[in-house]
């Protein structure tokens, strides 16, 4: 019953960009499977009608109707959705989770309310849906319907959301976002530092400096977070650019490669079409062709 009135929501108030008139709200809507490369956020992502895989480093998730994802850092992937078409979209729900909100809730808990963790959870995880964090999804998008309602009421059911998540299953990976000290947010300092020099070559130990860490935890947990090494993770940011670029500037091939890093040609168009499955010239036809049926 849950999962029904969530996919009548859904439906009603899906809008082309993904925006709803609640802060951080997000509806996904997609009639397609073709395979996309993204930046994940940091966000839980509830499903409501079909189903979506979601490819980090060497690990594939799946999570279809009535399960969650969260990710807690903002990770380069590549996903599609199944089960997809224009008589049965796929559906979901996206709250963006902001690391202030997190800290918030916990510190409102009561103390040794949550376990300890070792090493750092992964930043990626997946978990059946509870009633009621379907009934708060619920409620939270009814709202949508309930502008009188909505500034006063959207922040509060926003908030049950957070402690449903961070006291469910894959709580360890939510909790990490609003701990300042945590082993995730050194984590989510060197993978800022790689997105922001990802054209520059770099040294393990140099990064794991940076964040105070030894080399050991630093790649040990880096791995265990991102699912990929560092020096794999600036790879993913390369061709994630690249392909951005190139679905400007189709026409600019040879150049892309060197502006993001690629002294070989060859070595660029490789790994592009391990990642993306078409090596540049035939994905650059593929993104020009599929820029003109949006705008038809």
Same mark, same amino acid.
């Given at each position: 019953m849950l999962l029904d009135e969530l996919r009548t929501l859904l439906t009603r108030h899906a809008r082309p960009d993904g925006t709803t008139a609640i802060e *951080?709200?997000?509806?996904?809507? %997609?009639?397609s499977q073709a395979p996309h490369a993204a930046m994940?956020?940091?966000?839980? %992502?509830? &499903?409501?009608?079909?189903?979506? *895989?979601?490819?980090?480093?060497?690990?594939?998730?799946?999570?279809?109707?009535?399960?969650?994802? #969260?990710?807690?850092?903002?990770?380069?992937?590549?996903? *599609?959705?199944?089960?997809?078409?224009?008589e049965r979209p796929a559906l979901?729900?996206? /709250?963006? /989770?902001?690391?202030?909100?997190?800290?918030?809730?916990?510190?409102?808990?009561?103390?040794?309310?949550?376990?300890?963790?070792?090493? %750092?959870?992964?930043? /990626? %995880?997946?978990?059946?849906?509870?009633?009621?964090?379907?009934g708060a999804a619920v409620r939270l998008l009814r709202l949508?319907?309930?502008?009188?309602d909505r500034d006063m009421l959207a922040p509060l059911i926003k908030r049950e959301i957070l402690w449903r998540l961070i006291t469910g299953e894959q709580g360890a990976t939510v909790r990490q &976002?609003?701990?300042?000290?945590?082993?995730?947010? *050194? &984590?989510?300092?060197? #993978?800022?530092? &790689?997105?922001?020099?990802y054209r520059e070559p770099f040294r393990?130990?140099? #990064?794991?400096? /940076?964040?105070g860490m030894s080399t050991s935890a630093f790649y040990r947990n880096f791995q265990a977070v991102t699912g990929m090494s560092p020096i794999q993770?600036?790879?993913k940011m390369r061709l994630h650019k690249a392909r951005l670029l190139l679905a400007a500037h189709p026409k600019d091939i040879a150049h892309i490669g060197y502006r993001v890093g690629y002294d070989s040609p060859s070595q660029f168009s490789r790994e592009y079409r391990r990642l993306f499955g078409a090596p540049p010239s035939q994905d650059a036809i593929r993104l020009t062709a599929r820029t003109a049926d949006a705008e038809n």
């Amino acid at each position: 019953m849950l999962l029904d009135e969530l996919r009548t929501l859904l439906t009603r108030h899906a809008r082309p960009d993904g925006t709803t008139a609640i802060e *951080h709200v997000r509806i996904g809507r %997609a009639e397609s499977q073709a395979p996309h490369a993204a930046m994940t956020g940091t966000v839980m %992502a509830l &499903i409501a009608q079909g189903a979506k *895989h979601l490819a980090l480093g060497e690990y594939v998730y799946e999570y279809r109707a009535g399960q969650y994802l #969260v990710a807690s850092v903002d990770l380069p992937v590549t996903g *599609h959705f199944v089960k997809a078409t224009p008589e049965r979209p796929a559906l979901g729900l996206g /709250l963006l /989770l902001q690391a202030s909100d997190v800290a918030e809730v916990m510190l409102q808990a009561a103390p040794r309310s949550f376990p300890q963790n070792s090493t %750092a959870p992964p930043a /990626l %995880a997946v978990s059946d849906a509870s009633d009621e964090l379907l009934g708060a999804a619920v409620r939270l998008l009814r709202l949508l319907d309930q502008p009188r309602d909505r500034d006063m009421l959207a922040p509060l059911i926003k908030r049950e959301i957070l402690w449903r998540l961070i006291t469910g299953e894959q709580g360890a990976t939510v909790r990490q &976002i609003g701990l300042a000290d945590s082993k995730l947010s *050194h &984590i989510a300092r060197a #993978v800022q530092w &790689i997105r922001e020099n990802y054209r520059e070559p770099f040294r393990v130990d140099d #990064v794991a400096g /940076l964040i105070g860490m030894s080399t050991s935890a630093f790649y040990r947990n880096f791995q265990a977070v991102t699912g990929m090494s560092p020096i794999q993770f600036q790879k993913k940011m390369r061709l994630h650019k690249a392909r951005l670029l190139l679905a400007a500037h189709p026409k600019d091939i040879a150049h892309i490669g060197y502006r993001v890093g690629y002294d070989s040609p060859s070595q660029f168009s490789r790994e592009y079409r391990r990642l993306f499955g078409a090596p540049p010239s035939q994905d650059a036809i593929r993104l020009t062709a599929r820029t003109a049926d949006a705008e038809n």
